[in-house]
T-cell receptor
Framework: EAGVTQSPTHLIKTRGQQATLRCSPI?????VYWYQQALGLGLQFLLW???????NRGNFPPRFSGRQFPNYSSELNVNALELEDSALYLC??????????FGEGSRLTVL | GESVGLHLPTLSVQEGDNSIINCAYS??????FIWYKQESGKGPQFIID?????DKRQGQRVTVLLNKTVKHLSLQIAATQPGDSAVYFC??????????????FGQGTILTVHP
């Protein structure tokens, strides 16, 4: 069974540009979570999608947004990129007992 | 706000030793706790979880202990191997409501296993 997959693996952008990151959950999982992991820091909760709806969001500005598609895959968009947005963006889908299964992440570098 | 933190940022052990990684949590409403392992360049990997109605749970070479009285969580790794070298995160959450699956992570402990 395939795990959570994310693309692209690496992405380099410049300040002010937009970045789009994609995630496919484990087959059968309907909830997708996005976390930001800045260098040397823990994981910060960004967004939670379930059944196509945004259920909760973390303490991030509105330029962080996303959506979930009918096939439960998800997209994270970051507008007006800032240098401090450079981080590893992790996507996870939720198992039946509540545990999160993470993908390998998308490394975003803002120059 | 509520947070989960770790007592020690780094831990170095010899191969074959037992390792203990500690975590303190402050949200008494949390009832679900997870340990994750993250190797360099990879996403966090689920190790073991425990619910608040338990104080101990064992997996393969790992044991998680929960002390709700002092809000303390620990991960014990038996016969530590070089492949166990990674950053270990504890996370806490509540399985229901709008917080479902929204885990709060600690800063992480770096475990280094010397051969």
């Amino acid at each position: 069974e395939a795990g959570v997959t994310q693309s692209p693996t690496h992405l380099i952008k410049t300040r002010g540009q937009q970045a789009t990151l994609r995630c496919s959950p484990i087959s059968g999982h309907t909830s997708v979570y996005w976390y930001q992991q800045a260098l040397g820091l823990g994981l910060q909760f960004l967004l939670w999608y379930d059944e196509g709806e945004e259920r909760n969001r973390g303490n991030f500005p509105p330029r962080f947004s996303g959506r979930q598609f009918p096939n439960y895959s998800s997209e994270l968009n970051v507008n007006a990129l800032e240098l401090e947005d450079s981080a590893l963006y992790l996507c996870a889908s939720r198992g039946n007992t509540g545990e999160l299964f993470f993908g390998e992440g998308s490394r975003l570098t803002v120059l | 706000g509520e947070s989960v933190g770790l007592h020690l940022p780094t831990l170095s052990v010899q191969e074959g030793d037992n390792s203990i990684i500690n975590c303190a949590y402050s949200n008494s409403a949390s009832d679900y706790f997870i340990w994750y392992k993250q190797e360099s360049g990879k996403g966090p990997q689920f190790i073991i979880d425990i619910r608040s109605n338990m104080d101990k749970r064992q997996g393969q070479r790992v044991t998680v202990l929960l002390n709700k009285t002092v809000k303390h969580l620990s991960l014990q790794i038996a016969a530590t191997q070089p492949g166990d070298s990674a950053v270990y995160f504890c996370a806490e959450g509540k399985p229901g409501g709008t917080s479902y699956g929204k885990l709060t992570f600690g800063q992480g402990t770096i475990l280094t296993v010397h051969p």
